[in-house]
């Protein structure tokens, strides 16, 4: 009873072995990762197109409740880049940016996410992950990330910019060039060199001035805070915002606030199917980031339990404020180097950020939105991997071509309809292998009983029997391929007297399937050909003993490939009594 109550609550499990160096960890870990989430969140609340303190918000009860339900160790749950352009997509077809319809739409597609990430845990559903195809989640990510870049443009140049599919955010960027504020300009462009530097060039300074790793990986981790810093005491010291920058503004000084979704039914139809795509969509990036670092620890990830722990987030977002979260990958890498041990480092940056919330929202007031649109950029063009097109297309012409379609969908149609077709590819991709399965003619590999391809391989074959080996489970869909793969080679062979499927790859037929293996067992017999199985697996054997299959089998059925070919090469052939193997 215990342990399946741990099952479902992970933190009594942990919490049960916690000591005082996991505390020592945790706490570190927590430092640093507030400081890290603080400039974050509120670039993540700008990027969805909500206030800034929406992200401080998103970012500490969900937290906490991840904590409590979530498995793994380190990861780090709040708003992240692709989901919070989700987010803006999606109510940006609804309702207008800027409104308090906004804020309530946010809250009711966060708790839609919410319950139905809880409603695929509960239902055992986590294997939905494998549905999308790692190239084309890096499709739609490296996307993403372009898109998002070009998007964060109009607060560098500190003019207006709309669009969801990159050419209509470059054409609205054009022709709104010539009102380009030269001093947002020069902010956001000092703080994008700065933070380019920060990122590619501070830890080598740092090691040739002698600190050690950690230091130097940590002072590179917090480095976006002195950019911030920077550009916010510049704003107030010569009052930028007097002529025409724009600054963060009054930011709430208060803890999450209790708030209620909108159960508007029209609106829940209308963001039913962008909370569906949200939450695979997190669930993956989250599960996959999850997994990576649990590795390293040898220590294991449930994804049927990070649906209910994301879930809990998400409903835990939509009651206080926030918008939907997931795991994210930049800082569950911060939580996981500097020695965060239990998901106790979760609630202590929740803490951290919720005394930041309280206490130092007034010094992010002159924060100019430059700054924080150089801080996203940054961050997802580290997202961006246009090398993943060369891979693919060196290994899989059709994996290139889904990771292409998805690129290029995401670009041109935005998001929404670039995760459509990632799924869509992903398992179209499925079903048109499996519909043609790799279907080989083998013979025996000279002084062994192996058996491989005779177009690879200097093999022995009998003209008699032609032997194929199928490397796919038969099911409806490519039944009919198989038929007609069969008859082709044997029907402008008449030397054929046997034909042996070796079954070794076959996991399972269907009734579609076993219906065409009586299709091939006739059309054979009137060809005078006959037809046998080999190496047939256990439960596959189990299912074709439960129908009339094996009764009309005009051959037989061998243990293995060698006994059918040592069995049917001693068979006399009438035509040609004394045929030896060659």
């Known amino acids: 009873m215990t342990a399946r109550i741990e099952k479902y609550l992970p933190v009594l499990a942990w919490g049960r072995r916690y000591s005082r160096r996991d505390l020592t960890g945790d706490l570190l870990a927590a430092m640093i990762v507030t400081i890290m989430l603080v400039p974050q969140s509120l670039a993540y609340a700008m990027l969805a197109g909500l206030p800034p303190q929406a992200g401080l918000y998103a970012s500490i009860v969900p937290i906490l409740l991840y904590a409590v339900f979530g498995t793994s160790r ?13 987010t803006a997509a999606a109510l940006g077809e609804v309702v207008q940016q800027g409104t308090a319809a906004y804020a309530a739409a946010a809250l009711t597609l966060a708790g839609l996410s919410g319950v139905i990430l809880i409603a695929l845990g509960i239902l055992r ?15 739609f990510i490296t996307a993403s990330g372009l898109l998002i870049a070009a998007s964060q443009l109009r607060h560098i140049l500190g003019i207006e910019a709309e669009g969801h599919s990159l050419p209509d955010l470059f054409t609205s960027l054009a022709s709104n060039l010539p009102q380009t504020d030269p001093m947002t300009l020069v902010l956001g462009a000092c703080a994008l060199v700065f933070l380019f530097w920060v990122r590619s060039g501070l830890k080598p300074l740092l090691l040739r001035r002698h600190l050690t790793e950690g230091a130097a990986d940590t002072l590179t981790k917090i480095g976006p805070v002195l950019a911030i810093v920077a550009t916010t005491l510049a704003v107030w ?16 000084g208060s803890l999450p606030p209790l708030t209620v979704p909108a159960f508007d039914p029209a609106l829940i139809r209308q963001l039913l199917l962008p909370a569906f795509l949200i939450s695979i969509i997190g669930f993956v990036e989250s599960v996959s980031v999850a997994q990576t670092l649990a590795a390293k620890r040898r220590q294991r990830i449930d994804p049927d ?16 404020g926030g918008f939907p979260v997931t795991g994210g990958f930049s800082r569950s890498i911060v939580n996981f180097d500097a020695g965060a041990r239990t998901p106790a480092a979760g609630a202590f940056t929740a803490t951290g950020l919720a005394l930041v919330a309280l206490t130092l929202t ?3 007031h002159f924060l100019p939105k430059a700054t924080l649109a150089a801080t996203i950029i940054v961050a997802v063009l580290g997202l ?3 090398g993943l097109l060369r891979r693919a297309w060196r290994y899989s ?15 041109g149609f935005g998001v929404e309809v670039g995760v459509a077709a990632g799924v869509s590819l992903s398992v179209g991709l499925h079903l048109h292998r499996a519909a043609r399965p790799h279907i080989a003619e083998v013979g025996r590999v000279p002084g062994t009983e192996h058996f491989r391809n005779i177009l690879r391989h200097d093999v022995q074959t009998d003209p008699r029997t032609v ?4 490397d796919e489970s038969l099911w409806f869909a490519n039944a009919r391929y198989l038929e007609d793969f069969i008859h082709a080679r044997v029907a402008t062979d008449p030397k054929v007297r046997n034909l042996v499927l070796q079954c070794a790859a076959i996991n399972e037929i269907d009734l579609s399937a076993l219906e065409s293996l009586e299709a091939i067992n006739r059309r054979l017999s009137e060809m005078d050909v006959t037809l046998h199985l080999s190496e047939v697996k256990g439960p596959v054997m189990d299912r074709l003993r439960r129908s009339h299959f094996l009764d009309t089998l005009t051959g037989q059925v061998f243990l293995s490939q060698h006994d059918a070919a040592t069995a049917l090469a001693a068979k006399p052939d009438p035509d040609k009594p004394h045929l030896r193997v060659i």
């Not at 010569?238 to 920058?245: K, S, T």
């Not at 012409?397 to 670009?411: R, S």
């Open 74 to 86: 380190t990861l780090a749950v709040g708003p992240v880049a692709v989901v919070s352009l989700m």
């Open 125 to 139: 559903l986590g294997l939905l992950a494998n549905y999308l195809s790692h190239p084309v989640i890096g499709g």
């Open 237 to 252: 010291r010569f009052d930028l915002d007097a002529q025409g920058v724009a600054i963060v503004g009054v930011v709430p």
């Open 305 to 320: 339990q990070e649906l209910l722990g994301l879930g809990a987030a998400n409903l835990g977002a939509a009651f206080t």
């Open 362 to 364: 007034p010094l992010i």
């Open 384 to 386: 961006v991997d246009l």
């Open 397 to 411: 012409k059709a994996d290139f071509a889904a990771v292409a379609a998805t690129i290029v969908l995401t670009l």
């Open 467 to 470: 032997t194929l080996r199928i």
